[in-house]
Structure formats: structure tokens, C-alpha cells
């Protein structure tokens, strides 16, 4: 094995190789990104590699390309001369969260050149800064399929590299978070993970005292680091697996200045339905968001910054039955249509790939499980997505 790559099958069998940012950035914001890397390893004749971290000579051509963006637009592709490879998968996947990530693995081709279709997931560039992302648009052009996590952003991406994108929405372990049969009990009552207004968190705690609840926060910030994401992945589950509330706004809703005013999913929501908690914010104003998030209840409304809490709390919390519909909807949803499996399903296709024989052991044990969350009341209206999407 090379010094700067993990690799979870590197036999000669593998179909396809992802390219991830693990050991580059082992933060907890992207550990959910790790965990769907090693799911989809399990599942299907995978390579995983993930170069080491950047060097200080890397950090110089980061600082360096930032400096030529303004001068000159797209003179930071020129930065590191193109490398060949001999391709051996079917598919090469690159991971990455922004943009940024692609200059320290320049040259990009000593990658792309071992797969016959080269795909690329981004989960945060927002529209109105890709103009000021010319040389990484540039890297981005070299793929044959894009994906983003970010609705708003599919069509621009598309216009701006030349190449297709798709919307790919988050996902999660459905089955490792699912409560059903024999979930713990839920000693939580409200928790809240990252971003929290000031105004609202002061009304949790004023609720949590006058109705002798647990709140439970946690205000480190995702790029605290977490240098085993399978233990942090743990972590999350245990503690949302445990919660009745859980606080869920729109991706980056405190910064405006980078998402440009527009409201998307983020992973946050896809755990919170994953494990049954009941959601406590807003849902995003996406095109999506009725197939996403549209059933009663699916967000109890809390606008950002709002302390207003008392009236939707109560309706709830007079009505168990109610709060019991919700939870089994939420786990049906993931269940159905959000675990790991359905988004590595949809990137197959896109590439004309058909699925493997363990992922279709994880679809069947996704329905099994969804009969067993069913079969304490009447059927939901919820089916698994076909093998295609």
C-alpha cells in the first residue's frame, strides 16, 4: 500500500475507486461523508483511497491559486502538470465538500485516467460564488457526471462546467439508525447539534426548566476534529436515538453571504428523520421539499432565531398517538427512500452501472425492516424506491 492511501479492497476485481478526503480532513462535519464511503465499500467491489495530508508545498499553491483566481481566472488548473494512469474501474468517484479540495490532487488525471466514467460529489458550492471559482471549475469540467447535495445549485453547476449534475440528495445508515424493534429510551428531550440562534436557545432552556426536560446541546463547530469518524458516527446515533426533539434549520441559514439567501437540506434532518426523533425548525424552501419533507408534521415550525416554541410543543405533547405517527413516518421515509444504498444506487445508474448482489441484500433488509416498523399499527403509505433510484 502506498504511504499516502488507505486502500478497503485494493484487489484487481474492484469496479470502481473513490477517491476520499478522510485522512486530509478528518472532521466531524464529514464524517457522515466517511460513513457512506464505507458503506458503499461493503457494498460493492470497491478500492478507497485517501491521499494523505497536503503538504506545505500544497498549502503555498493553495494560497498561491487564490491570488491568481483574482488576476487571472482559471490560471490555477495550470498550477501542476497532467499525469497519465492506466484505467482498471468502471467508475471513479471523487468526494469532496467544496470546491477546494480538488487543488491538492492535482494533477486530477492521475486519478481520472484509472476509470472508464469519472463522477465527482460537492457538497457545498453555492451559485452566485462560482463565478469566482473559474480554476476549480475547470478541474470540475474534467468529470463526466457531477452531483451536489445542494438543490439550488444543480443547473448552474451544469451551465458552468459544460458537464451534467444531479441533485444528490444526503443520506444516512437508515438501518443503523432505525430505533425499531428495541430502540432505548428516549431520556432526551430536546437536542440541538452546531448552529443554534441565540434567541432560540435561550427559549429551549427556558422551556426545558419550566417543564423539567433534558436539553441537550452541543455547539462545537463541524470542523472541530475527529480523527475516527466511526466513533463520532456512533456517537450521533446513540445520542439521536435517545431524543424526542431534535433542532434542524436549512445548511449555513446564519450565512447568507455564502449560500446567497438560498435555503437547503442538510445532513441534519436525514439523522433526525433516520432515528425518529421529532424535527424542530424550519424546513428549506427547496423544489424538493414536498417529496422530502412533506407530511404532517415532518418539521414542527420553529422559525430561526424565533421563541415561540410553547404553543407547538404543547399540541404535541398532549397528543402521544400523534408524536407516535410522526416517529414511524420519519423512519419509514429513511428507511425508504435515504439510506446510503439509494444514493450509491442512483450514482450507479447515472453511470450505466447495474447494482450488485449485496446491495440488493441491503434493499431487501431495508423493506424487511420497514414491515417491522409497520406492524405495531396500519401500514404508512411509504414504499422502498425501486433498485434504480
Known sequence: MRGDAVSLDPGSQARALIVSQRRRQPTMARSLRYEFEDLVSALDRVELVAPGPASRRWHRIHQASAVLERVSPGASALLSPSALGSPRHELVLVDIQTTWDLLPLEPLAAFLRRGRIRACIVDEVFSHRLHERAGELRLLSQFDLLFSTLEWVVDTLAEATGRPAEFLPPSVDALGLCPFPSGPPRKIDVLAVGRQPPETHQALLEEAERRGWLYLYDREGGDSRAP?????????????????????????????????????????????????????????????????????DAVVPLPFGGREISRWLDALEQNPARQEEVRRRNVLEALGHHDHVHRWGRILAAAGLGESAPMAARRAELGRRMELVRATRGPEEVTPVPASG
Do not use: N
Open 228 to 296: 475516527d469518524h466511526q466513533a463520532h458516527r456512533r456517537r450521533v446515533s446513540d445520542l439521536l436515538r435517545r431524543s424526542r426533539y431534535f433542532l434542524c434549520y436549512p445548511g449555513k441559514i446564519d450565512r447568507p453571504d455564502e449560500t446567497g439567501g438560498k435555503e437547503e437540506f442538510g445532513f441534519r434532518y436525514f439523522e433526525g428523520m433516520g432515528a425518529g426523533t421529532l424535527l424542530l425548525g424550519q424546513r428549506p424552501a427547496t423544489p424538493s421539499a414536498e417529496r422530502l419533507a412533506g407530511w404532517p
